[in-house]
C-alpha cells in the first residue's frame, strides 16, 4: 500500500449496497439463466454471447447506451422475440419453446408507454387480467390491490387518457402485475418522470422486492439503479461487459481501493490498498501508531464513474 | 364491463366498449342510415310511376335491390376501413407488445378484431331492417330474398374484414393497411369487371361468338356473390337494380326464337353452383387471412412483430 498526500475534498461516497431483503434458499435455482445468447439480424449482433444468471428475489439493473442489446435481451425473457443461439431460461421454462408457461410468471413493462385511451383505469385492467385468464371471481380484489400498490385507487374510474405521464407509468407497472408474475421485467420504467415520480417509483420496486418477485430493469439513471439494484450488468453493442454487485464490478476493473481517513483535528489522507486484507492491515497500523482515527472509509467509483470507464461509448 | 357474465373474446369485448363510447358510432350509423333512406326515396319516386297494381311488386323489388345494392356499397366503404385498422392501429398505439405477453393467442387476438368489425356491421344491418321490411310490405320480394341478401352483404363484408385484418397484420401503419385494404376491394370490384370486360374484347376481335365470357371470371366479385343470392334472372325492365343489370352483364344471351323471352340461365338467373363457388371461395379467402394473419402475429418470432 501506498501513503498519499492529504486530499481536500475526498470523493463522494459510493451509495451503499440495498439492504438484503428475504433471501432465496442457498442453492436456488437462478429465476433467469441466460447462455450464450445471441440475436443477430443479418450482419448485425444485437446481443452476442450474452451469459448471465439473476438469482431468484433479486433487483437487477441493465445499464448500455443506445443500441447496446437491453431491449433485444428483455424481448427474448419477455418471449417475443427468438434467440439466433443460446439457450435462455425464465424459472425453469424456455421462453422460444414455452412461451405461455413463461407467460404466466413474467410480466413485461415495455419502454414504450401504450394504453387504450378510451377505457376507464379500472376497465383497462379487467381487460388484461380477462387475458391473462385471471379468475373473474378475484378480479375486483385484484384490481383493488394493484391501485392501491401503484397509488392510483382515486383514478379508478377515470379515463386513461386523462392520466399523466407518471400515472400512466404506475398503471403500466399495474398491468404487468395483474397476474401475480414471480419475475418482472421493466424495460425504462423511470423514463419521462418528474423527480418525485421518479422515487415514487423506486420505493414501488423496494415494496415490490419485498414481496419477493424478482426484478431486472433497465435504466439510464444510473444512480437510482445503484440505490435500487442487488446487482448490474453493464452491456455495450450487444456484449456484456460486466456483471455483478457494483462493489464487484468495482473490484474486478480497479487494482485498487482508495481509503480516505480523517484523524482528530482535521487531517486528511488517502492510501491505496489492494484488497479487504490491506485494507485491514491499514487499519490496525494505524491504531497501533496512535493515530487517532475519525473516519476510515473506502472511497470508490460510483455506478456512474464505473460505467464510464467500462463503456466505450460506441453505439452499433 | 364485467358485468356480463360471458366468456367474451376479452379484445372483442374491449373494442366495443372503446367504440361505443363518444360519438363517432353514432355519426356513422346517423349518416348510413340516412344515405340508405334517400336511396329508398329515390327509388320509390323512381319505380311508383303506375296505378298498375301488377306493377307494384316490380316497384318492391327494385326498392329491395337498390337498397340492398347500396348496403353492399356501405359495407364495401366502411369494413376495410375500419378492419384495417386492427393490427396496424395497435402497433401505432404500442399496445400490441402488452397484447402479445398475455396468454391470448394470435387467433384470438385476430379474431377478436374481426368479430368487432362484423359486429359493428352487424349493428348497421339491423338498423337498416326497418327500411328493407318497406320493401317487403310494397311486395315483390319474399321474406327468404330479404333474408339472404342481408346474409349475403353480411358474409362479404366479413369475408372482406378478415382480408383487411390479415393485411393489418403486414403493415405497420393503418394508412399503409386502409390503403391496401381499399386497394383490393377495387380490384375485386372493379378488376374483376375489367378482366370480364378484356376477355369479351379480344373474344369479339377474333371474331369469337360464344356468348358471354365465362361467369367464373367475376366470381370474386362482392357483386356476384350478392347477384348470387338475389338474382331471379327475370327480365323486370324499368325497376332494374344493380343486381339485374349484373345478370345481364355475366348471364350468355338465350332467348326463345318465337317468343323473344330469355330462356336457360338468362331465364333463371345465375345458377346455383355460382352463388355456392363465390361463396365458397370467399369462405376460402377470408380462413386463409385469418390462418396467414395469425402466424404473422405469432410470437416468439425472428424478428419483432
Not at chain 2, 327475370?234 to 349484373?246: E, I, K, Q, R
Not at chain 2, 345478370?247 to 350468355?252: D, G, N, Y
Not at chain 2, 365458397?280 to 379467402?285: E, I, N, P, Q, S
Request: proline content about 6%; aromatic content about 6%; glycine content about 10%.
Amino acid at each position: 500500500m501506498t501513503d498519499a498526500t492529504a486530499v481536500a475534498d475526498p470523493a463522494p461516497e459510493p451509495p451503499p449496497d440495498p439492504a438484503p431483503q428475504a433471501q432465496p434458499p442457498p442453492g436456488a435455482e437462478p429465476a433467469i439463466r441466460i447462455a450464450g445468447l445471441t440475436k443477430r439480424y443479418g450482419s448485425l449482433f444485437a446481443v452476442r454471447d450474452l451469459t448471465l444468471d439473476i438469482p431468484r428475489g433479486s433487483v437487477f439493473g441493465l445499464i448500455g447506451p443506445n443500441g447496446a442489446g437491453k431491449t433485444t435481451t428483455f424481448s427474448v425473457l419477455a418471449s417475443l422475440l427468438t434467440p439466433t443461439a443460446g439457450r435462455v431460461s425464465v424459472l425453469g421454462y424456455d421462453p422460444a419453446r414455452q412461451p405461455r408457461e413463461v407467460r404466466k410468471r413474467l410480466g413485461y413493462m415495455p419502454d414504450i408507454l401504450g394504453v387504450y385511451d378510451g377505457l376507464q383505469v379500472d376497465e383497462y385492467l379487467e381487460f388484461f387480467a380477462s387475458s391473462y385468464r385471471v379468475p373473474k371471481a378475484r378480479w375486483g380484489a385484484t384490481i383493488d390491490t394493484l391501485l392501491e400498490l401503484v397509488d392510483l385507487s382515486t383514478k379508478r374510474t377515470a379515463r386513461v387518457n386523462s392520466l399523466s405521464r407518471g400515472m400512466k407509468q404506475r398503471l403500466s407497472l399495474a398491468r404487468a402485475l395483474v397476474h401475480d408474475p414471480e419475475v418482472l421485467i421493466l424495460d425504462e420504467p423511470a423514463s419521462g418522470l418528474d423527480p418525485r415520480a421518479r422515487v415514487e417509483l423506486r420505493n414501488l420496486l423496494g415494496e415490490l422486492r419485498a414481496m419477493g418477485k424478482t426484478i431486472v430493469v433497465s435504466s439510464h439513471i444510473l444512480s437510482e439503479l445503484a440505490e435500487m439494484c442487488t446487482e448490474v450488468g453493464i452491456m455495450e453493442k450487444g456484449v456484456l461487459l460486466a456483471s455483478g454487485s457494483p462493489g464487484t464490478i468495482r473490484d474486478q476493473i480497479t487494482e485498487h481501493r482508495q481509503i480516505n481517513v480523517r484523524l482528530v483535528g482535521g487531517e486528511e489522507r488517502s492510501y491505496e490498498v489492494a484488497d479487504d486484507a490491506e485494507q485491514a492491515a491499514l487499519l490496525r497500523r494505524l491504531l497501533d501508531d496512535g493515530e487517532q482515527v475519525l473516519e476510515f472509509t473506502e472511497v470508490g467509483d460510483g455506478l456512474e464513474d464505473l460505467f464510464m470507464k467500462i463503456t466505450t461509448g460506441e453505439v452499433q | 364491463m364485467a358485468g356480463i357474465n360471458v366468456n367474451v373474446n376479452p379484445v372483442l369485448r374491449r373494442e366495443m366498449v372503446e367504440r361505443m363510447r363518444g360519438g363517432r358510432t353514432f355519426v356513422i350509423l346517423t349518416a348510413y342510415l340516412a344515405v340508405l333512406s334517400l336511396v329508398l326515396y329515390g327509388a320509390y319516386e323512381v319505380g311508383r310511376n303506375t296505378d298498375d297494381p301488377t306493377q307494384t311488386a316490380l316497384v318492391g323489388r327494385g326498392l329491395f335491390g337498390w337498397l340492398l345494392f347500396f348496403m353492399l356499397l356501405l359495407v364495401l366503404f366502411l369494413v376495410p376501413g375500419t378492419a384495417a385498422n386492427a393490427i396496424a392501429g395497435e402497433r401505432e398505439r404500442q399496445t400490441l407488445v402488452p397484447l402479445q405477453v398475455t396468454l391470448l393467442s394470435p387467433q384470438q387476438i385476430l379474431l377478436g378484431k374481426i368479430y368487432a368489425a362484423v359486429a359493428f356491421l352487424m349493428l348497421l344491418v339491423v338498423a337498416t331492417m326497418p327500411l328493407l321490411s318497406v320493401s317487403y310490405l310494397v311486395g315483390g320480394v319474399t321474406i327468404g330474398e330479404v333474408l339472404g341478401g342481408v346474409a349475403a352483404v353480411l358474409f362479404v363484408g366479413l369475408a372482406l374484414g378478415c382480408l383487411s385484418a390479415a393485411i393489418s397484420t403486414f403493415t405497420k401503419r393503418v394508412q399503409g393497411a386502409v390503403v391496401m385494404s381499399y386497394g383490393l376491394v377495387l380490384l375485386l370490384t372493379l378488376g374483376t369487371l375489367a378482366v370480364w370486360g378484356a376477355y369479351a374484347m379480344v373474344d369479339e376481335s377474333r371474331g369469337v361468338d360464344e356468348g358471354n365470357p365465362p361467369s367464373y371470371l367475376v366470381l370474386a366479385n362482392p357483386l356476384a356473390t350478392v347477384t348470387g343470392v338475389v338474382g331471379n334472372g327475370t327480365d323486370v325492365g324499368g325497376n332494374d337494380s344493380p343486381f339485374d343489370w349484373f345478370e345481364e352483364l355475366v348471364l350468355p344471351d338465350e332467348f326463345n326464337e318465337f317468343t323473344g323471352e330469355p330462356t336457360g340461365d338468362a331465364a333463371n338467373g345465375l345458377p346455383a353452383s355460382f352463388m355456392w363457388s363465390s361463396i365458397g371461395l370467399y369462405a376460402a379467402l377470408a380462413a386463409g387471412a385469418v390462418a396467414l394473419g395469425s402466424r404473422r402475429l405469432r410470437t416468439p418470432a425472428p424478428t419483432e412483430r
